[in-house]
């Protein structure tokens, strides 16, 4: 059973506008959210994250938003660049082990 | 400067042999862990180390083992017992314990190919 869901396999967005990766998860009990980016043949890279007790964490072009209640966040970033293309991987944790648990990923592409 | 180190990049190996690849780090962090990744798959938790001398399986442990022995290793072999191993599989790192949520760190991974 899968605890964290990527619904979208993959996301075309014009360059310079917002592209919005979203993340539905199962388990009340994950406190902690993450994002990260891979590129091809390249391990992923931590991008942003977002805890529990918060609604919003930005970092640039970057924000995570947290819908508790609808178990539910998102990841935006403006303006999308070229080298934003890239598969974007949500996970969680939760508070009590290390684990995190990792969606199937999302490919955005950034059209010129 | 810091980081994780995998390798080889890339590791063939023909049906019935085991293989071993390396991850070794130098951020001082006490957690290792080791995912696959498939196509159209998220990463999956093969085994996860929180200290030197101790780990645990993850989600998909059969046909893999691994050992601790120092705090900046962790290498992670293949058996033949392993039904499926080809695959990409990237190796990463946190600072501490449970509790601190701090974001993993990964190698740029291992790709697997059965001969």
């Not at chain 1, 990527?6 to 917002?18: C, F, H, K, M, T």
């Not at chain 1, 388990?27 to 942003?48: H, Q, R, V």
């Not at chain 1, 293309?85 to 995190?100: E, H, Q």
């Not at chain 2, 995998?6 to 071993?20: A, C, H, M």
Request: proline fraction near 5%.
């Amino acid at each position: 059973d899968q605890q964290v869901k990527q619904n979208s396999p993959s996301l075309s967005v014009q360059e310079g506008r917002i592209s919005i990766l979203n993340c539905d998860y199962t388990n009340s009990m994950f406190d902690y959210f993450l994002w990260y980016k891979k590129y091809p043949a390249e391990g992923p890279t931590f991008l942003i994250s977002i805890s529990s007790i918060k609604d919003k964490n930005e970092d640039g072009r970057f924000t995570v938003f947290l819908n508790k209640s609808a178990k539910h966040l998102s990841l935006h970033i403006v303006p999308s660049q070229p080298g934003d293309s890239a598969v974007y991987f949500c996970a969680a944790s939760l508070n009590r082990d290390d684990k995190i648990i990792f969606g199937k990923g999302t490919r955005l592409h950034i059209l010129p | 400067d810091g980081g994780i180190t995998q390798s080889p990049k890339y590791l063939f190996r023909k049906e019935g042999q085991n293989v071993t690849l390396s991850c070794e780090q130098n951020l001082n962090h006490d957690a290792m862990y080791w995912y696959r990744q498939d196509p159209g798959q998220g990463l999956r938790l093969i085994y996860y180390s929180q200290i030197v001398n101790d780990f645990q399986k993850g989600d998909i442990a059969e046909g893999y083992s691994v050992s601790r022995e120092k705090k900046e290793s962790f290498p992670l072999t293949v058996t033949s017992a392993q039904k499926n191993p080809t695959a990409f599989y990237l190796c990463a790192s946190s600072i501490t314990a449970a509790g601190s949520n701090q974001p993993q760190h990964f190698g740029d991974g291992t790709r697997l190919s059965i001969l």
